[in-house]
């Protein structure tokens, strides 16, 4: 089998079930319609969200630790 050049996914079980009912109805594979959800996806609006993400964590550790 050949190597591809996919990096691993994790999907949450929800929307596994979805991707796998669009996969059924498309007639195709799942890892094609991930494919094509990735590739639709917004990348810069994704990665200003993944920068927040730390900022945020820190903030709520630090109002839980003062409440």
Do not use: F
């Not at 050049?5 to 009912?21: F, G, N, S, T």
């Amino acid at each position: 089998m050949a190597q591809t050049q996919r990096k691993p996914v994790y999907i949450l079980p929800p929307h596994h079930d979805i991707l796998r009912r669009i996969a059924y109805e498309q007639r195709c594979n799942l890892s094609d319609v991930l494919d094509a959800v990735l590739e639709n996806a917004d990348w810069e609006l994704i990665e200003s969200k993944a920068k927040n993400k730390p900022l945020q964590r820190a903030n709520e550790r630090g109002s839980a630790s003062n409440a």
